[in-house]
């Protein structure tokens, strides 16, 4: 055996300091990686000789790389790039575009931990326009409300808390407690910042996707990425130019469900203030579940195993899946059988909660725009302090500034929003990635609007799917929900 580290990802001022000390080089790139790879299946050279023979003959690798690609269709050699990119200055709106790529790596500045600044974006589809005074004087009032919010609910948080406050360790979680309420109140222009990994097919598609935006924030992202990577792997992003299928695929539906009888006479449901609404679901969750176990571990059909699994009786139903956990820490995912077991929920949630749910990536999630019609969410400490009627007259003021410039502008016309505003969503995940999700945001560390919508996404999942969900609850309550089924508490592996 083998195993070599054959690269891993450097910071690109240390590779500029490199390449001046160093002879005049070509092979500085990540494609000899992607070239030397996709010839494993055909070269009977070992790995590391293939990839010697890609960084002495780089010209040779892009051209193999983009016949593997474009002739082959073999794209998955372009994953073994991988670029890290500092993404600085843009709107919290433009970043709810960036992070809709699920098989990418984010870290991003958080308006719970940061104190924020006044810094926004002026989207260029309102500037030099008679819209662009109004933007700036109500996002001015927003951010002047969130510094005044901040102020009043610290202290209310050191008060309502006052034991913690006696130790200066706990500055900082207090802090962050008046910080996430207040930032109900700023913008989706909000500037934020980011650091991305994304290997080079994700970002083709990304660059692709941002070149047909609407928007022109998101377009000139697009362009920024693929001018900080067009020389150094130009083989390997091949299609990232605007298409008509990712322009006009939607707008086509839309118009589509526009022109149908049925939609013209739809009634619009009443909307719950905040609901989380469980869709679908597969009818025998547990069964199936329960069956996808057996069929693992018993060389039987899957058809055998569901017609055992239905003949069982409850009580040794209960005992399978009571072993599948038994050995389970808080820190371990259920067994991969579990994401046989499918649950939808239409969720409206406000845009704070949006930017944490959307952060789960292994699951489906396609939202609409938001929507004033569906209200705000307001943090009850700020109706505690006193502070509600203040908050909602900016909130109308923001509204009033959004209906004007939808009329002219509707695709900028989100921007002036705030993070209380909602929209309405469709999330789809497995039943393991559930259990992940409860364990980190039901979780009391957890900040308490995405704490309050998970809770109850596994709440409606257990009436449906009781044995499957037996363990699903927060990481700080793991250890009494496990007592609760198994009568002892786990053991705990020591992390010294």
């Known amino acids: 055996m083998k195993i070599i580290l054959a690269g891993y990802n450097v910071d690109t001022d240390v590779l500029e300091d490199l390449k001046k000390s160093s002879r005049e080089r070509q092979d500085v790139t990540p494609e000899t990686l992607s070239a030397s790879y996709a010839r494993i299946s055909r070269d009977p050279r070992q790995i590391d000789e293939l990839r010697k023979a890609a960084r002495e003959e780089v010209e040779k690798s892009r051209k193999s790389n983009q016949s593997i690609i474009f002739k082959m269709g073999h794209h ?9 990119f500092d993404i600085i200055g843009v709107s919290r709106l433009a970043i709810e575009e960036i992070e809709h790529f699920r098989l990418c790596s984010f870290t991003e500045k958080s308006q719970r931990y940061i104190t924020l600044a006044n810094d926004f974006v002026i989207p260029d589809e309102i500037k030099g326009t008679k819209h662009e005074e109004m933007f700036k004087n109500i996002i ?37 407690w008046a910080k996430e ?12 910042q980011l650091g991305f990994t994304v290997n080079a097919r994700n970002l083709e598609l990304m660059l692709r996707r941002f070149a047909g935006s609407q928007s022109s924030e998101v377009r000139d992202i697009g362009r920024r990425l693929w001018e900080s990577v067009e020389r150094v792997a130009p083989s390997i992003i091949l299609f990232y130019k605007a298409n008509d299928f990712d322009q006009n695929t939607y707008p086509d539906l839309k118009e589509a469900i526009k022109k149908s009888t049925a939609v013209k006479n739809l009634k619009p449901s009443v909307l719950d203030s905040q609901a989380v609404s469980l ?15 057996a069929h693992t571990v018993s060389g039987a059909s899957f058809n055998d195993c569901m017609g055992i699994i239905k003949r069982m009786s409850a009580e040794d139903k209960k005992g399978i899946i009571k072993q599948s956990f038994k050995r389970m820490e808080f820190y371990d995912s259920t067994l991969r059988e579990f994401e046989y077991a499918g649950l939808t929920y239409e969720i409206v949630l ?25 209200g705000v969410t307001i943090p009850q400490s700020i109706i505690d302090i006193g502070m509600e009627a203040e908050f909602m007259e900016v909130v109308k003021r923001t509204e009033d500034a959004y209906e004007k410039i939808k009329n002219d502008i ?37 900040q308490w609007d995405i704490r309050q919508v998970s809770a109850e996404m596994a709440e409606q999942a257990k009436k449906v799917m009781p044995l499957t969900m037996l363990l699903i609850c927060g990481k700080d309550k793991y250890h009494e929900k496990y007592k609760e089924v198994f009568d002892c508490m786990p053991k705990m592996v020591s992390m010294s």
């Open 181 to 192: 309420d207040a930032r109900y109140i700023t913008s989706l222009a909000t500037q934020g």
């Open 279 to 293: 869709v679908d679901y597969n009818k025998d969750a547990d069964d199936m579940t329960l069956s996808a176990i």
């Open 140 to 176: 001015g009032m927003q951010n002047e409300l969130y510094h005044k919010l901040f102020g009043i609910l610290r202290e209310y948080v050191y008060k309502k808390y006052s034991e913690l406050a006696k130790d200066s360790k706990n500055q900082n979680l207090l802090e962050g």
């Open 76 to 84: 998955s050699v372009a994953e073994h790039a991988v670029f890290n």
């Open 350 to 374: 406000s845009a704070s909660c949006f930017a944490q749910l959307k952060r789960h990536r292994l699951a489906t999630l396609t939202c609409q725009e938001y929507d004033p019609k569906l």
């Open 410 to 446: 509707p695709l900028s016309a989100s921007y002036i929003l705030t993070n209380a505003h909602r929209r309405r969503v469709l999330f789809g995940c497995n039943a393991r990635e559930l259990y992940h999700i409860s364990r980190l945001r039901e979780d009391n560390h957890a």
